[in-house]
């Protein structure tokens, strides 16, 4: 426990918000990507800075480059050129932000940092800004504007919980993302979103993990899953012919606890007898090409539909992760489409098509396992995870942009016993991001990420306190990554968990040996936790 | 204090229609050629924005899902929250533009003791509501000046909207509402400091002149009545672009009459144009059908990406040390640049 926890306070704010002074401090901020990673992805103005600097070096003309690019997109979405106009400022959205929230900063309100735009938008691109000015609320673009931009369209996640209550839908997460690909025109963006892009782009994952590396770590978990359960379990990779590619965020591979969901998958396959690959290429479903233009996300996200065709695949398989499923689900057929060389994908086990992906032909691993769990195809033993009192966080992506609601519950709630809700305005299209999300996960960030988690953090320590939930469930890589040092924080003793990870616990598979540990490699109970157990753990 | 120019603004219109009637060429002005003036720039205004935003591409089918997805035929699927039919969509825009369902949503975040409370805030939803559909049936009230005869569905509606019967003239329940969510909503600006705080001055001015339209035509009708039969024959007059002024209009009329006009010239400028734009938000009428139809961008620009060839050019030797089957010796060479 740290000594003081982060004071949140909610003053109301007095006086304007036209001045776009910004104070950079480490621990809210992230830092400016490294030149070589944008000249990897041959991006704009690749130089030495940092945001804290006084001189950002922009290009001469970052002002026309700018107001340019605006006009461009205009142009080109339907959704910028009308959130840029009809807002009436209700206040729906206020505070609906959980970086306002955990933050207290009005400018973090989801409609003030749209304003930040608007201001502009009215200056350069409407009669009456351009004739009334601050009256209709328009500014000039200064430098300081960009400063701003900067710093409030990288302290949002694009989770798009606003656009919800939103009773014109204007989602600030296409704002964020127009403002953020401006910034990248002139060469203004952060390193742990480059940096993973330009790996990506390179090695196929967002960890730079090159295919003899990737090899080994499946090949390690293949080998521990084998362990665990006495079963010779394998793992394909680029395996032609197969039937399925699988494609999971590279944390899953790489990263803690990320890596017990994949031993999850590995036992699941296994048990089922799927015919399937995963590819050392296709080695990333992740795309952090989101969090910096559309361009970028098509570019990162080509390998998928190329590599499915190349092995000769019928359909593609997707692990758990949030913003994966963001761009598998609403750009990847339009982007990199059609997918005319796959199939509809059909479930070889139960013989269920899944008609929703028809088209795109990639389906969801929840709704793949969901479907095997209805159909009683799998042996479950739910009492294996009885040490977990589990409650389920809706990630963003898979919530607010597909609605992958209850087949992630049908699953947890078979494979174990003690599940609880948290509060009805904090889950499913209303929950919380966990604050770290659209690239922003970084240690060097933490205070804001801790501040933008709070109300996240604060339904978990309700059903801790309530239930005695000590598990946090989830179905993101940015989840698992970033869920745990939020729960240290602020609700101690709550642990994070994939699906998948539940789910190979209570998976009774065909000839294992009896098992003593749980995928973490900690001994199984036999017995529930108490109350008072969990809440003293 | 950003109301003060909004309020000003008003104040003037005002003062300019209360005395400039009492000249002839005035009344001229303010009784013809600004009311078509503004109705021109209303039209125009309004079907340029619409069309503007109408043609505008939709790249990405990005709906907000605020339910269930239509997936496994055991789930139960949220149909009007996350619409996977064309139907589906309608009847959630239907449900959004009719009954403000989203905003029905809306809750209060606050802080007690560094604890975060939801409450339930659903004031903003009726006030909203109230506002918008009581001017839809005041609105529609006023086809009865400008059609003759006056349809039936104009007549039911205003006695209707009359049937409380309270004093003489009866008292509409539209023009009860209508002033009541005025206010809140003026109020709210004011009083609430988020609110208040992000605000603009032009938020102001829209809620003046409709206050500033109200408040004269509830002094029409209810304080300083006027002729009826010589106003409907004027709106007629002007309805069939055979204006006939009356030698003397009443000043709350043409205060009435300059304010309307206002608002109409205002609109296409303003983020009044909501109206219009509701239509169009792609989060909301788009349906959740990603996965089983494909959607087109007219604009799928090629990008430069890193192709299986390149990447196992790249990293052949690793390839080959981890025995991963390899495609071609120099694929990547060829194609690579």
């Given at each position: 426990m740290p000594d003081k926890l982060l004071a949140i306070e909610q003053k109301n704010p007095e006086g304007g918000w036209r001045d776009a002074k910004v104070e950079f401090r480490k621990g809210t901020m992230c830092y400016a990507a490294a030149p070589k990673n944008i000249a990897y992805l041959g991006g704009t103005n690749p130089r030495e800075w940092q945001p804290f600097d006084a001189d950002w070096k922009l290009p001469p003309n970052w002002k026309r480059i700018i107001l340019d690019g605006m006009k461009e997109r205009l142009q080109k979405y339907r959704s910028f050129r009308l959130f840029m106009e009809i807002c009436v400022r209700c206040g729906a959205c206020a505070d609906k932000c959980h970086f306002y929230i955990g933050s207290g900063d009005p400018k973090n309100m989801p409609v003030l940092r749209a304003e930040l735009m608007r201001s502009v938008y009215r200056r350069y691109f409407t009669l009456t800004g351009r004739l009334f000015g601050s009256l209709v609320g328009s500014r000039e673009l200064t430098e300081d504007v960009i400063k701003e931009w900067f710093y409030y369209f990288y302290q949002c996640t694009e989770c798009r919980r606003c656009s919800v209550f939103c009773p014109y839908g204007i989602d600030t997460a296409e704002i964020t993302m127009m403002g953020r690909e401006l910034l990248d025109l002139i060469g203004c963006n952060i390193n742990w979103v480059m940096e993973p892009a330009a790996n990506c782009f390179r090695t196929g994952n967002h960890l730079g993990v090159q295919p003899h590396a990737f090899q080994d770590s499946l090949q390690f978990a293949a080998d521990e899953a084998s362990e665990i359960t006495g079963l010779p379990i394998e793992v394909p990779i680029n395996r032609k012919g197969a039937e399925i590619l699988f494609v999971m965020p590279s944390a899953d591979y790489f990263g803690t606890p990320h890596y017990y969901t994949l031993l999850g998958y590995l036992m699941l396959f296994h048990e089922i007898g799927l015919d399937y690959t995963v590819s050392a290429f296709a080695s990333e479903g992740g795309n952090f090409g989101l969090f910096s233009s559309h361009e970028l996300t098509k570019r990162l996200n080509a390998k998928i539909y190329e590599e499915a065709k190349r092995l000769g695949v019928k359909w593609i398989l997707g692990g758990e992760c949030g913003h994966m499923w963001r761009v598998f689900h609403q750009y990847m057929d339009t982007m990199n489409g059609p997918a005319d060389f796959l199939e509809p994908?059909?479930?070889?086990?139960?013989?269920?098509?899944?008609?929703?992906?028809?088209?795109?032909?990639?389906?969801?691993?929840?709704?793949?396992?969901?479907?095997?769990?209805?159909?009683?195809?799998?042996?479950?033993?739910?009492?294996?995870?009885?040490?977990?009192?589990?409650?389920?966080?809706?990630?963003?992506?898979?919530?607010?942009?597909?609605?992958?609601?209850?087949?992630?519950?049908?699953?947890?709630?078979?494979?174990?016993?003690?599940?609880?809700?948290?509060?009805?305005?904090?889950?499913?299209?209303?929950?919380?991001?966990?604050?770290?999300?659209?690239?922003?996960?970084?240690?060097?960030?933490?205070?804001?990420?801790?501040?933008?988690?709070?109300?996240?953090?604060?339904?978990?320590?309700?059903?801790?306190?309530?239930?005695?939930?000590?598990?946090?469930?989830?179905?993101?890589?940015?989840?698992?990554?970033?869920?745990?040092?939020?729960?240290?924080?602020?609700?101690?003793?709550?642990?994070?968990?994939?699906?998948?990870?539940l789910l190979g616990n209570a998976l009774v598979m065909t000839g294992e040996k009896e098992r003593t540990t749980d995928l973490r490699g900690e001994d199984l109970r036999g017995e529930p936790l108490t109350k008072e157990e969990a809440a003293h753990e | 204090m950003k109301a003060f120019a909004p309020l000003l603004a008003i104040l003037a219109t005002v003062a300019f229609a209360a005395l400039a009637g009492h000249v002839h060429a005035g009344l001229i002005l303010l009784a013809v050629f600004v009311p078509y003036a503004a109705f021109a720039v209303f039209l125009v205004g309004f079907c340029y924005r619409v069309t503007r935003w109408a043609w505008a591409p939709v790249p990405f089918r990005i709906p907000t899902t605020c339910g269930q997805q239509k997936s496994l035929p055991w789930i139960k699927p949220a149909s009007l929250d996350n619409p996977s039919t064309g139907w589906g969509a309608f009847r959630r825009m239907a449900l959004e533009v009719l009954l403000f369902r989203s905003l029905f949503r809306n809750n209060r975040a606050r802080l007690h003791d560094q604890r975060l409370v939801l409450g339930e805030d659903q004031y903003l939803w009726l006030g909203a509501l109230a506002f918008h559909w009581s001017l839809l049936v005041i609105l529609l009230r006023h086809l009865r000046l400008f059609l003759q005869p006056v349809p039936f569905i104009v007549t039911a509606l205003s006695r209707l909207d009359g049937a409380f019967q309270v004093g003489v003239p009866a008292v509409y329940v539209s023009d009860v509402v209508i002033l009541g969510a005025l206010v809140y909503l003026t109020a709210r600006r004011f009083c609430n400091p988020l609110v208040r705080y992000l605000s603009l001055p032009i938020d102001y001015l829209a809620l003046f002149l409709l206050l500033g339209i109200v408040t004269s035509g509830l002094l029409i009708r209810y304080v300083f009545p006027v002729d009826v039969a010589a106003i409907k024959q004027f709106a007629l007059g002007l309805a069939v672009f055979h204006p006939v002024v009356p030698s003397a209009l009443p000043p709350t009329f043409l205060v009435h009459l300059l304010l309307v006009s206002a608002l109409a010239a205002y609109f296409p400028f303003s983020t009044l144009m909501h109206t219009g734009g509701v239509f169009l938000s792609p989060t909301r009428n788009l349906t959740n059908n990603n996965r089983s139809r494909r959607h087109i961008n007219p604009w799928n620009h090629p990008v430069k990406t890193h192709s299986y060839a390149q990447w196992e050019y790249e990293f052949r030797d690793k390839l080959k040390a981890a025995k991963l089957p390899i495609e071609s010796e120099d694929a990547g060479q060829i194609t690579g640049d």
């Open positions: 994908p059909v479930s070889p086990i139960t013989g269920t098509r899944f008609d929703n992906a028809r088209s795109t032909c990639a389906v969801h691993i929840c709704e793949f396992t969901a479907d095997l769990i209805h159909h009683g195809k799998l042996r479950l033993d739910p009492s294996r995870n009885d040490r977990w009192n589990v409650t389920y966080h809706d990630s963003c992506n898979p919530s607010r942009a597909m609605g992958l609601l209850e087949e992630p519950r049908h699953i947890l709630k078979s494979v174990c016993r003690n599940f609880h809700e948290m509060p009805e305005n904090t889950i499913r299209e209303q929950t919380f991001c966990c604050g770290s999300g659209a690239g922003l996960g970084t240690d060097e960030n933490l205070e804001m990420r801790l501040r933008g988690g709070f109300p996240r953090a604060n339904a978990v320590k309700y059903v801790r306190e309530k239930h005695g939930v000590n598990l946090l469930a989830c179905i993101c890589a940015i989840d698992k990554a970033t869920l745990p040092t939020l729960m240290e924080y602020w609700v101690p003793g709550v642990e994070v968990a994939g699906v998948h990870e | -």
